[in-house]
Every structure is written in C-alpha cells, then in structure tokens.
C-alpha cells in the first residue's frame, strides 16, 4: 500500500490511524456482528458512539455546559442559510465581515432574510489582509456579528478574536476548527463542514449557545431550526451516522496527539516552516500580509506561471497530490490540515527547493 501526501482543500486526508481502525471495525463493529454504517442510529451501539464523540469533542474545545452540540447534514452552506433564519426574529438587522469568497457566499445566502450591514470587507487588498478591531464598524443592534476566521480559498485567518461587546458572535470554523485552542464561551455559534478538519463530507457540526435557540422566524422548516436538532439530540431525522463514528475516531486521535494544544504547536511549525521557505525565494510567493497568513491553506505562486504545469504535474509524480490553486486565485494551493503529517509538508518543502533548483 502507498499513501500520497494529498494537499486537498477539502475533503482533504484523513489521520492514517483513523483509516486503519476504520478499517478494523469496518465489517463488525466491536462483536456486534455489524459495521457502523448498518446500525439503527438510536440503537444502544450507536448511541455510545454518537455521546463518546460528542464528549470528546467538548473535552478538546472546552466547551461549556451551556453550549450545545449538534451533529447536522448540509454542509457549513446550510449554516449560512440556518444562522439568519434562527436569529433574526426579534431583530433584522446582522453585521458581516467580509474577508474572502466563503464570507462572501454567507453574506449571499444571509441578505435574503436580513439587513446585512458590511463591518468591514478588504476586497480593496484583494483579500490578503485581515480587518483589524479598530476598522469594524459593527452596529449595537444588530443580531449577530459573522465572520470567517480562515478564509479556504485565499490563505487569510484572523490573528485574534473580534470583540463584538455583547452581540454574538458567529464564525464559520470549517477550515480551521481543532487546529489550536480557541475560547468557545467568546461565541454564539461555531459551524464547520466536516470535510476539511473533522472527518468525511457529509457531516456539519453546530455549537451554538442556548440562549440563541428557539427564535427561529416563521415558517422556518423544522430541519433548518436549531430546536429542532438541540431537542433530539441531533436525532430528529437520520444523522450521518458514519460521518459521526469518524469524526469521533478523529477526535480521539487529537487527544492522543496531546489534544489541541499538541495540534497548534505541531500546525505552527507546519506552516512557519512552508512559509518561510516561500518567503526565502524569489522563485515563489505568497501575497498573505504576514500576520493574516493561514496555518492551514498555504496558496503560492510561481514568478513563471507557465511552469505551474510542470510544478503540478511532478509534484503528482512524486506523490504531493492536488496542489493546484483555486480556480479564482490560480497558481498553487497546499491545504495543511491537522491530518497532514510533518514529513508531508518537508517532502513538500524538499520538493520546492529542488524544483527552484532545476527551473529557477
Ligand atoms: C468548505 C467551506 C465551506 C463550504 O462547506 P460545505 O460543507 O461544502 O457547504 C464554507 N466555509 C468555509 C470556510 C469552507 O472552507
């Protein structure tokens, strides 16, 4: 068997021993005779499944008693659409931060049910920079202030937690969630995609403080209301039962890994060591401002961009699978998950310099 280091923005890979104990308990799951996939999703097997991985995943983020966790379908696309629709009733009115092409699609989604009032955007800097607190305009009656702390597809994450002086805050956490220790009780909601730090596509995890649940505006279908879900227990409907056994092998791997303050510090030399071989060259670059550079989507560019073929087509040859750029930003993309192993970004980096080597 030979795995390749796949630098996929999403989905993207998976821990290696999370695969193998997949594997393991794929046919019978623990002497049940049954893989995961086949059990009634409130049958006393799956039900252990589904508490151990929501426990888990408190234990690693912290979160508090008064948060509640939902294992949810629809991509964080849906979220875009269940935030406004859940918290606009008594107010209309939501500040957006716009830094990037997934800010810009939930500012989309969130204008057909709310005033969206722009706090700031930096489309300007063609969304290489981040806003600092002073440039947010943020307007005290608003019903929630949404940002995006890891843009995918530009490489730009927040160096620091907006304050929003009481009005919840609501961030969607899909690319960077679990990759360091953030403060849970600073949030109304956190809403990932499971597809780039969790575990397969298919699974979507809300957070979100109960005092926001509830106030969903009328008509809203039951499967896109937060009361919905926080009622069930996430079982109102069939959840994605095997998204959420591995999402919990997943977490049980971060712990092993010495839980999220083992991941920052292992993600920071990741991407301090990608970075600075790009900044060390002329050969390469990144337009990120420094301190807005992501830990986990690293886009670069060649100063040749007609060698971006050739780049593409030998890093495929030597294993360093879809690096390609998004199609909006061109040039390369290196998504550098919590899965992606230490000695996938040096092959990565061993592979820059030898490229610069031949072709610079
Ligand atoms: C991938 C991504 C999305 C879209 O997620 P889906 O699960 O495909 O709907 C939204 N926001 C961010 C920041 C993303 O990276």
């Known amino acids: 068997m030979s795995r390749v280091f796949n630098f996929s923005a999403g989905p993207a890979m998976l821990p290696e021993e999370v695969l193998q104990q997949a594997m393991v308990e794929m046919l019978d799951w623990q002497g049940t005779g049954m893989s995961v996939m086949e059990m009634s999703h409130r049958g006393k097997e799956f039900m252990s499944i589904a508490e151990q991985a929501e426990s888990d995943l408190r234990e690693l983020l912290q979160i508090p008693e008064s948060y509640k966790v939902m294992f949810l379908q629809g991509g964080a696309s849906s979220q875009f659409a269940m935030v406004p629709m859940n918290l606009t009733r008594e107010k209309s009115k939501a500040d957006y931060i716009n830094t990037g092409s997934w800010s810009k699609k939930a500012i989309a989604e969130a204008k057909r049910y709310a005033t969206v009032n722009l706090a700031a955007t930096t489309e300007e800097t063609k969304f290489t920079t981040t806003p600092s607190q002073s440039e947010l305009s943020l307007d005290p009656d608003a019903a929630y202030v949404h940002y995006t702390p890891n843009e995918t597809i530009q490489g730009v994450e927040f160096p620091y937690l907006p304050d929003t002086a009481g009005v919840p805050l609501v961030a969607d956490y899909s690319s960077t969630i679990l990759s360091r220790p953030i403060d849970v009780s600073r949030y109304g909601i956190i809403y990932a995609g499971a597809q780039k730090n969790i575990g397969p596509a298919g ?158």
Do not use: C
Not at 212 to 222: Q, V, Y
Not at 245 to 274: C, D, H, P, S
């Open 203 to 360: 699974l979507t995890i809300a957070i979100v403080r109960e005092d926001l649940i509830g106030h969903a505006i009328d008509n809203t279908p039951a499967m896109f209301q937060y009361a919905t879900h926080s009622d069930n227990g996430s079982m109102y409907n069939t959840p994605p039962t095997y998204g959420w056994y591995l999402a919990g092998l997943v977490f049980k791997w971060l712990k092993e890994k010495g839980g999220l303050t083992g991941m920052a510090a292992i993600n920071q030399r990741k991407a301090e060591a990608l970075y600075s071989v790009i900044d060390s060259s002329a050969f390469y670059a990144n337009p990120v401002s420094p301190e807005s550079r992501s830990w986990m989507n690293v886009p670069f560019t060649l100063a040749n961009a007609e060698l971006d073929g050739k780049f593409i087509a030998e890093a495929s040859a030597a294993g360093l699978k879809t690096l390609k750029g998004h199609r909006s930003v061109g040039g390369m993309r290196a998504s550098i998950y919590n899965a992606m192993p230490e000695a996938g970004v040096q092959a990565l980096i061993d592979f820059m310099t030898e490229f610069e080597r031949v072709n610079g």
